[in-house]
């Protein structure tokens, strides 16, 4: 399973986010994080499009949870920063995206099926609150 940075920093910006009881701006964010700005005000962005967060603009804007971390699963959190739905291999959800038709004989793909499987439900499974 490929998960960037971007997911790191959205994870751990969230949990600062939540732990907060006012907008957190993305110059503390980064600085408490020692990422980039720029990378982080685009994560936050994608988060905040989906309704993961809710932003405020000004000198006491900043991002708040739009919802409450239980209903928040950390799945939609990598879906949303990634792009995609987070797989153990491009094929794993199904034979049909194995490249080179190797479908025919692909003695692995069960077994990363299952794995991906099992991925997707400990995702949907967990959520912020889990985490902070």
């Known amino acids: 399973m490929l998960l960037t940075r971007a997911s790191e920093y959205?994870?751990?910006?969230l949990i600062l986010i939540a732990r907060s009881n006012k907008p957190e701006g993305v110059d503390l964010?980064?600085?408490r994080l020692n990422i980039s700005k720029s990378f982080l005000a685009?994560?936050?962005?994608?988060?905040?499009?989906e309704g993961i967060l809710k932003s405020y603009k000004g000198a006491?804007?900043?991002?708040?949870l739009d919802r409450k971390p239980e209903e928040i699963p950390i799945q939609l959190i990598l879906e949303v920063v990634e792009k995609k739905h987070p797989l153990v291999f491009d094929?794993?959800?199904?034979m049909d995206s194995c490249p080179n038709n190797r479908a025919q004989f692909c003695m692995i793909?069960?077994?990363?099926?299952?794995l991906q499987t099992k991925i997707d439900e400990f995702l949907d499974n967990i959520t912020l609150k889990d985490i902070i």
Request: positive net charge.
């Open 10 to 13: 959205a994870l751990l910006s």
């Open 29 to 31: 964010l980064s600085t």
């Open 42 to 49: 685009k994560i936050l962005q994608s988060l905040a499009k």
């Open 60 to 64: 006491k804007g900043g991002f708040v």
């Open 91 to 94: 094929c794993s959800p199904s």
């Open 109 to 114: 793909w069960p077994f990363l099926n299952k």
